[in-house]
């Protein structure tokens, strides 16, 4: 080997050995900025030197944090108020075709109740359906319908008769202001109900030797008054000036009872029967034409009394064969026969109230006043 070929393989030595120490140093360099990097990433700042947090040594993970919802919860469901109000405890009813007594229920009509002092001889009804007047002895208590309170006493007026049970007609006037009474001595009296008052006499059947009036009935325009009597007939009154208008004859015995039809083409006339053997009937007669159109037959004692429903279509009577009758007035058939009174006098008088539902019948003997109707379903 030459000098000079020795000389480069010295620089090459040279070179690499130079070479090796300078990475060497690199490297070395590189090792302390990362050791430093490192540190200084661990290392606590001074905020956190003062402040430290201390970490548990096997913390548990911490609950699921509840999340308030940004939506506000829903309000409670309000009450809402019933369009349709609840029925009060004591309702007002209009009656229902169920409860109106007429021929296609007539056979559920019971008694509802008993009232009366004394004789009861006649009831009527007051048109607002609010005052129930008897007849008796006395004269004619007034009772309130809804209480049966007593309201006072209509003394008796006229001459007493020999017979223990007399008749005594009594009738409402249309407006319920007067009261129309028949007498023992064949006078009709005419009352103010309020006062109590005897307004008016009308000189009735007193042409007769036992002038007894046994009936009265206003016409529904409240102008004329028909009254039957002892004398078997039935007239008609002009209640304004007095004066007779007509007489119905036909009955051949005493007229005991009087009433017009709903519409005052009609009038229904019940008897004894005590004349030439006729037996006891209820009459129907033409008002206009004065004729007769009708005979009811079916009681077997006097019959005293009777009225028609409010529609006109069904008539009760009552005799002393102690039954109270419903005739269907279109076909004169008997549809009922309602039994209860006792007694020789058995029932003289029965009256509808304005509204159908209720029947009053007044017994002679048992001194009572009884009230018929349809039961509540």
């Known amino acids: 080997m030459t000098v000079k070929s020795r000389q480069i393989m010295k620089r090459i030595v040279l070179l690499s050995v130079l070479a090796a120490i300078i990475l060497t140093s690199c490297e070395s360099s590189q090792d302390e900025t990362t050791q ?10 001074a905020t956190e030197t003062a402040t430290p947090t201390a970490a548990p040594t096997a913390a548990p993970s911490s609950p699921t ?3 308030t919802p940004t939506v506000a919860p829903p309000s409670p469901t309000p009450t809402v108020t019933p369009t349709v109000a609840p029925p009060s405890p004591t309702p007002t009813v209009t009656p229902t075709a169920a409860l109106v007594i007429g021929p296609q229920n007539a056979g559920e009509v019971q008694e509802l109740v008993r009232l009366g002092r004394g004789t009861a001889e006649t009831v009527a009804i007051s048109p607002d359906g609010e005052t129930l007047a008897v007849a008796g002895s006395a004269g004619v208590w007034l009772y309130e319908m809804n209480t049966l309170n007593l309201i006072g006493l209509l003394e008796w007026h006229g ?3 020999p017979e223990p049970s ?3 007609a009594i009738a409402w006037s249309p407006d319920g202001r007067m009261l129309a009474s028949g007498s023992v001595d064949g006078t009709v009296s005419l009352w103010d109900v309020t006062t109590r008052e005897e307004l008016a006499v009308l000189e009735a059947h007193t042409g007769h030797a ?3 009036v046994n009936s009265v009935a206003w016409s529904p325009d409240g102008r004329t008054l028909a009254s039957g009597g002892n004398d078997k007939t039935v007239r008609l009154w002009d209640v304004a000036s007095g004066e007779q208008l007509a007489v119905l004859e036909g009955h051949t015995g005493w007229v005991n009872s009087v009433a017009w039809s709903p519409d005052g083409r009609t009038l229904a006339s019940g008897n004894t029967g005590w004349g030439d053997g006729e037996p ?7 008002v206009a034409s004065g004729e007769q159109v009708d005979v009811l037959e079916g009681h077997t004692g006097e019959v005293s009394g009777v009225a028609w429903s409010p529609d006109g279509r069904t008539l009760a009577s009552g005799g002393w064969d102690a039954t109270v009758r419903l005739w269907e007035v279109a076909s004169g058939e008997q549809v009922d026969v309602l039994e209860g009174h006792t007694g020789t006098y058995g029932v003289s008088s029965v009256a509808w109230s304005p509204d159908g539902r209720m029947l009053a019948s007044a017994g002679g003997s048992d001194q009572t006043v009884r009230l018929w109707g349809l039961p509540h379903k």
């Not at 490192?38 to 606590?44: K, R």
């Not at 006891?280 to 033409?286: E, F, M, N, P």
């Open 210 to 212: 036992r002038a007894w």
């Open 280 to 286: 006891a009937t209820v009459r129907l007669w033409d």
């Open 166 to 168: 007399m008749k005594w």
């Open 159 to 161: 001459e007493m008769g």
């Open 36 to 45: 430093v990097t490192a540190a200084s990433t661990l290392a606590p700042t």
């Open 65 to 67: 944090p509840t999340v």
